[in-house]
């Protein structure tokens, strides 16, 4: 069975509604980029009887400080037709994020790993729906490019080749995020695109820990599977705002990804993209 489920974009968020504990709707906003699922609307606490088993450190981009977040008891989250139990969350004492003000609109949380974990999940930018089934019973596209997924640290990761303005060929090792509404954003590379003659010193959006700031300037190409995206706009962080757990080069968002039709097969370590 293939489950519909609507989502609106805002400020290249996609926000879908889901029910916590048969409460709610609460707006949240996907995110590959998040392990655990992420309460950043403190008000939920009271209001779902969230309890505490333990706490954990919240490290992202962004100019801020490491914080503490709490990790409830297992709830169950429904999405349409989709119902997850036993799953945790971890929980925001303070809103850190200010989400909600950066979307103009009260944004609970955001929804990573679990909700991908089990299914494949197609998102139809064009008409603003997920797609959800099992990996067996997906409808597939035709001439799509299938690209290798690595699934570490709850994060899906890609390996592709990035051409700089230069014309370096980087190889690059890039975390899908879905959370993040730039095209691309290089890490580490921030000494070297001050170097180049069109840069732009910018604040490049909001982290987990803060604002981000860094350069705004071009790269060639960016190689996704057998297609090839030119003279993408990228984001270059500063270098001492980046230290992820995992090995990277970098993320690509939302912008980039919605040049096409995309199917998420996380079971099947598998990424399928179609020019939307």
Do not use: W
Not at 20 to 39: C, K, S
Not at 239 to 266: C, E, H, M, W
Request: aromatic share 10%; proline share 5%.
């Amino acid at each position: 069975m293939i489950e519909s489920i609507p989502f609106d974009v805002v400020r290249n968020l996609i926000i879908i509604k889901l029910k916590i504990n048969n409460r709610g709707p609460y707006n949240f906003a996907l995110d590959t980029g998040v392990g655990y699922m992420l309460v950043t609307e403190p008000s939920l606490i009271d209001s779902l009887n969230l309890n505490s088993e333990r706490t954990i450190k919240i490290h992202g981009l962004g100019e801020g400080n490491d914080f503490e977040a709490y990790i409830t008891s297992p709830l169950n989250i429904e999405i349409g037709g989709v119902i997850s139990n036993n799953i945790n969350a971890a929980v925001f004492t303070k809103d850190h994020f200010g989400l909600s003000a950066y979307a103009g609109r009260t944004i609970h949380g955001l929804l990573g790993y679990e909700f991908f974990s089990q299914l494949a999940v197609k998102i139809d930018f064009d008409r603003n729906y997920l797609m959800v089934a099992s990996p067996e019973r997906m409808r597939y596209y035709k001439h799509a490019a299938e690209i290798t997924l690595s699934i570490e640290d709850r994060k899906p990761y890609i390996s592709t080749n990035v051409t700089l303005t230069d014309g370096t060929v980087k190889p690059s090792k890039m975390v899908i995020d879905l959370g993040a509404g730039h095209f691309i954003s290089m890490e580490h590379l921030c000494a070297d695109v001050k170097r180049l003659p069109k840069n732009v010193r910018a604040n490049l959006g909001i982290g987990i820990n803060g604002p981000v700031s860094g350069y705004l300037s071009r790269v060639k190409a960016v190689e996704l599977g057998k297609y090839t995206v030119k003279n993408v706009i990228a984001a270059f962080p500063d270098d001492s705002k980046t230290n992820p757990s995992i090995a990277r080069d970098g993320n690509l968002g939302v912008g980039l990804l919605r040049k096409f039709d995309v199917i998420f097969d996380y079971p099947n370590n598998k990424l399928y993209l179609k020019p939307g």
